[in-house]
């Protein structure tokens, strides 16, 4: 990205604090400069691109710089928006703080720079930020050093390197942690959930290491608190234990609520934290228990557009749940329709695996809807369009549903070409669910039984076997995402796919 393309993108990102403190800091020119002259432009065309803004800034200010003006406007709103961070957010103010102190130790104010130091010092505690306390108490024994350690006993000296020890000490505890979960996290999202005992065993030595981890650390601190809790919470929804995650993540929600004052910026973890509290309800098909924490999830607020971008796909989704699994299809339409404006024209800020989620929850809309060719434009987002997805142990389930479609709109030959892909992908990589092969079959069966009765006997005949998914906690791990075998059963007996879905619950 070039810099006239990020600074059409960082004014657009822009929050109405944002704008208000830049049109101060910006109020003092006796005429506008030309620098706010291009930033005006850019805020009357949302839309405009850089070889728009070039050609109409240049008739706008004849014989300025386009390209000094694009710079120092980007760098104009960062300072702006640092200025800004500084007020609202203690992080930021921590290490402003610390670099004022360094300017007065250098201009001879050693008094002045030590208190300031004590100060962040003392913020850096009470926010539990190390790496900050670090920083600042370091910087004071260089600077102490550097004035031959004035007024100060062997014993204080000793009781200032005992504390930096301790800091380190909590700082790699916290960095070993954070790897632990940084690898579960990543195991799971491109290696998909666990499909067998063999798998669930492979996590074994993540498992070992983290509680090797808590067992040497002081579980009073909040980040090795909140990082332990994450990972056990997660590690029971990749296994399918969504009873035990639930109640590891209502432990870690309250932890959050009651150390408020800790949460970062934007909060992330606490993100993390509510969207795992609301993926085991809905596994556990507890909707009621989604209200509290859906209303949670809107109440976040951060600068960060891709954050809220983030927050508002999770609040879609999780209002899409309840009406998707039990087949009122109308009611998912309203949402769909409620979060038309504020969502689907920001798609692009969203993570890809949050991506792949939005386009494959909302094309089965459109199939319970009988909207064939509206799935159809949702689902080739993804594949004929997003090559980044294939990766993703979603993209499988998204191709199952692809050939749900496929087989709504009778298209044989397709169905034959992707089944092929789909097998060649599962022989190459030696894992599969026994749904996916169960659905491979069935869309491949060209002619169902004519008669009702014929079509029972074949429902009578499979139905064990789909009795026997629902009880397997693997096999789940993909019919939480959608239930195919209502949808199998709605082909075969010739019955509404709404009317399944609802005996299902």
Known sequence: MGKPEALLFLVNSMSKPEKKAFSIASSGAASDPDYLKMYWIIVKDRGINSESLRRLFSESVPGASYDTTVNYLYKKLLDVMLELREEQDGYYSLYNKILKARILFEK????ECFSLLQKVMEKARALENYNALLMASR??????????????????????????????????????????????????????SVRSEKQKSELNDLV??????????????????????????????????HKSALRAYYELNSLFENNKHLLANPPVYYLLTLEGVLESLRAIRNYEGMNYFVEQLKKLDSPSVNFKANVTCLCFLYELFPMLDKGNFAACEAVIEQYRENLFAKVNLLSLPRQAEFYLYTSLVYIGLKKNHKARETLNQIIFIGKSYYNLPLYRTIRLVNLMLLYEMRDSNMIKS????????????????????????????QNLPAYRQKREELWSRMNPEVEDLHNDIFEL???????????????????PLAETLENRI
């Not at 791990?477 to 059963?489: H, R, S």
């Open 418 to 445: 992707e089944t092929r892909s789909i097998r060649r992908d599962m022989n190459e990589i030696e894992k599969g669910y026994r749904i996916e092969r169960i659905m491979l079959n069935f869309v491949n069966k």
């Open 139 to 192: 910087l004071e024994l260089e600077y102490l050093l550097f004035l031959n350690l004035p007024d100060i006993d062997e014993k204080t000296l000793l009781n200032k390197q005992f504390a930096i020890n301790e800091t380190l000490r909590v700082i790699q505890k916290v960095n070993q942690q954070s790897s632990l979960y940084e690898l579960l996290k990543h195991r799971v999202t491109y290696k998909g």
């Open 208 to 241: 070992v290491s983290e509680m090797s981890i808590v067992a040497s650390s002081n579980l009073e601190n909040f980040e090795i608190k909140k990082l332990h809790q994450l990972f056990q919470a997660n590690y029971l929804i990749s296994v399918g234990d």
């Open 108 to 111: 001879s104010l050693f008094k």
């Open 477 to 495: 791990q993909v019919i939480k995402i959608f239930d195919f075998t209502a949808w199998m059963e709605s082909k075969i007996l010739k019955i």
